[in-house]
């Protein structure tokens, strides 16, 4: 994720409108991952805590869901 991430970083300054709200996705998973292992040190309570917010870390597509 995180080389990802870097791409998304590198093109703030040509591309902001497109990086930004990315970016903001990928502080959102990462204070959730750091929430996980800080507060639950095994697998399936790490998972129980990831799921609640996989929707709320989705980036949005600008054409809605696929048809």
Known sequence: MM????????????????????????????QVERRAKVEDPYPDQRLALRLPNRKTSSIPSETGPPS
């Open 3 to 30: 080389h990802a991430r870097r791409k998304f970083y590198d093109a703030l300054d040509s591309c902001s409108e497109h990086s930004e709200p990315v970016l903001r996705a990928f502080k959102h998973l990462y």
